[in-house]
T-cell receptor, first 119, second 116 residues
């Protein structure tokens, strides 16, 4: 079974350009999460999808970031326009469930991440 | 606001030693706690998940404990091997009665080196 896959693995863009990151969750996982880690900081939550709906986007830093999950399958995270401080590693994770207490269905499985460098 | 702290930030020990990594969190209203490892340039690999009602979980040479009331978790690694070298991350998910976001709150990690 394929794990969480992210594309591209590395992206280098100039300030002001647009970049789109893609995440394919584990098949059958309704829950999809985006996180990012900027240099020297801990990994921070950005948003949570349940199927195609945004359950929680409280971690999104500003309106230059737009996440979509059309059809409830793969998700994209667009940064437009990119700024220097957006550089970091963007992780995607998925889980089978979110609200089932006492089960392993809540385990979040992470992709390898996309390293974004804004010059 | 939930904050997660991991101590030590870095640790280097000879192969074969048993070791303990520490994780503390400020809000005890958690749903569960996950330990991950991250190898350089790779994603996060889930090691253990402890539900809020559990005290410990074991997987092979790994044992994780949880003391929710004191806001602490430990990851015990027995008979360490060079292949255990990685960064270990602790993350908590808020409970239904806790505030904050849906996602996991991470610590900065412990960078572990096992010397052959």
């Amino acid at each position: 079974e394929a794990g969480v896959t992210q594309f591209p693995s590395h992206s280098v863009i100039e300030k002001g350009q647009t970049v789109t990151l893609r995440c394919d969750p584990i098949s059958g996982h309704d829950n999809l999460y985006w996180y990012r880690r900027v240099m020297g900081k801990e990994i921070k939550f950005l948003l949570h999808f349940v199927k195609e709906s945004k359950q929680d986007e409280s971690g999104m830093p500003n309106n230059r970031f737009l996440a979509e999950r059309t059809g409830g399958t793969y998700s994209t995270l667009k940064v437009q326009p990119a700024e220097l401080e957006d550089s970091g590693v963007y992780f995607c994770a998925s889980s089978q469930d979110w609200g089932s207490p006492g089960t392993d269905k809540n385990i979040q499985y992470f992709g390898a991440g996309t390293r974004l460098s804004v010059l | 606001k939930q904050e997660v702290t991991q101590i030590p930030a870095a640790l280097s020990v000879p192969e074969g030693e048993n070791l303990v990594l520490n994780c503390s969190f400020t809000d005890s209203a958690i749903y569960n706690l996950q330990w991950f490892r991250q190898d350089p340039g790779k994603g996060l690999t889930s090691l253990l998940l402890i539900q809020s009602s559990q005290r410990e979980q074991t997987s092979g040479r790994l044992n994780a404990s949880l003391d929710k009331s004191s806001g602490r978790s430990t990851l015990y690694i027995a008979a360490s091997q060079p292949g255990d070298s990685a960064t270990y991350l602790c993350a908590v998910r808020r409970g239904d009665s806790g505030g904050g976001a849906d996602g996991l709150t991470f610590g900065k990690g412990t960078h572990l080196i096992i010397q052959p």
